[in-house]
């Protein structure tokens, strides 16, 4: 039974030992992304242990994915906090994000080595070549709900057509247009409100850092992915692509995409890409680094914030923010499909990119199996001898 009696602000206490085994299996069985992170999370805190209440529960998934960052991972992190404290925080977090990530290092080791067999390439390369028509079917999903809450339709379309339109041109200056929308929405609120308070602008200043050379640009990008992102996995693509591949130039096209689709059939957080981007940049270690770098927000944001996350969820300036970076989020997942799309090489690709669009929204197939199909079918092309980008 849930503990309906218990007050909201003083964690359930549960052993660490059951935290890292049940937040554990669900980074091991975690495919899907977000829904069924969520999903799963609730069917072990609030259906089976009881751990929290269903209004618990569903005010952390609101107040996460008020945060910039990956949700589900942070309200993966708050969930083991509520039931475990903060030494619970870190050891479920990791548990949920190890798993995942330990297989995504073994295949970027796979698919970014130096002479893969053909079959590796093919495989790399048909799923790659599906990833525009994921991003698409990524944004649409975000859509209805967030048009839904909108104040003022004409500026939530405003702010996702702009998000799409730096998407598709700007690429890691895409944050800056994300928090400009944001400041916007929260000005215009603030108005109609005769309140001139200041916005805050902790998330302004830290872009007036730059980094450069090596490691310091590794950290800069996955910062940038961990703190700075908001609206789901994918809003990462064009804040990684740019950098990854024409500024730095850790990694072809082909090999970046080939990143973004390991990032989406392996288990645990899409935000796990970007340990594929530095394992390119820096070997074993780069990739190590910039999960590291990527997900400490993310704890830091528990840790330090749990208890206030129900003033977050109702504060006015806060959910003005999101009103405006969200809708510039989700045009910026759906824009990211016109780079990816211009990143294939071979005339057949572009064929499976037209597949896999019939299969996410024609027979509504989910995004893993899309994935896994073209990389079946790109197998037998490298086979049988397609030319491989």
């Known amino acids: 039974m ?23 299996r669900i980074g091991c069985v975690g495919f899907g992304g977000p829904p069924a992170h969520i999903a799963l999370l609730r069917e072990l805190c609030v259906d089976r242990k009881g751990w929290l209440t269903a209004q618990e529960f569903e005010d952390a998934v609101a107040a996460c994915n008020l945060l910039p960052g990956p949700a589900s991972t942070q309200l993966a992190i ?4 509520r039931v475990a404290g903060p030494m619970g925080a870190i050891v479920g977090g990791a548990a949920f994000i190890v798993p995942g ?4 290092l073994a295949l970027a080791a796979v698919f970014l080595a130096g002479s893969p067999p053909n079959w590796v390439r093919g495989a790399g390369a048909a799923a790659g070549a599906a990833v525009a028509a994921v991003a698409v079917r990524a944004g649409l999903g975000l859509a209805p709900e967030s048009w839904r809450r909108s104040r003022a339709h004409w500026r939530w379309a405003f702010y996702a057509v702009l998000g799409g339109a730096a998407a598709a041109t700007v690429g890691p200056w895409l944050v800056l247009v994300i928090l ?18 200041g916005v805050p602008v902790w998330p302004l200043a830290a872009l007036t850092a730059t980094a450069t050379g090596g490691l310091l640009a590794l950290v800069w990008v996955a910062f940038k992915v961990g703190a700075l992102s908001y609206g789901g996995g994918f809003v990462i693509i064009p804040l990684m692509q740019a950098d990854a591949v024409d500024h730095y130039h850790w990694m072809t096209n082909t090999q970046f995409l080939n990143a973004v689709a390991l990032g989406q059939v392996t288990p645990g957080p899409v935000v796990q890409t970007v340990a594929v981007v530095g394992y390119a940049a820096a070997g074993l270690g780069g990739g190590l680094l910039a999960a590291l770098v990527a997900f400490a927000p993310s704890f830091s944001f528990v840790l330090l914030g749990a208890r206030r996350f129900d003033r977050l969820r109702h504060n006015a300036r806060v959910q ?10 989700i045009g910026a997942i759906m824009g990211a499909a016109i ?10 690709q572009f064929g499976l990119l037209a597949g896999a669009a019939v299969v996410l929204f024609v027979l509504r197939r989910g995004v893993v199996t899309t994935l896994l199909l073209a990389g079946a079918v790109g197998l037998v092309a490298g086979q049988l001898g397609a030319p491989l980008p």
């Open 2 to 24: 849930a503990t309906e009696g218990r007050s909201r602000g003083t964690p359930a206490r549960a052993p660490l030992h059951a935290v890292v085994r049940a937040w554990g």
């Open 78 to 81: 708050f969930c083991a906090w």
């Open 101 to 104: 990530l330990v297989g995504i």
């Open 180 to 197: 400009g929308c944001g400041a916007v929405e929260v000005a215009s609120h603030s108005a109609g409100r005769g309140d001139h308070a």
């Open 320 to 329: 003005a923010f999101l009103g405006g970076a969200g809708p510039a989020a």
């Open 339 to 348: 780079p990816l799309a211009l990143a294939l090489d071979e005339w057949w």
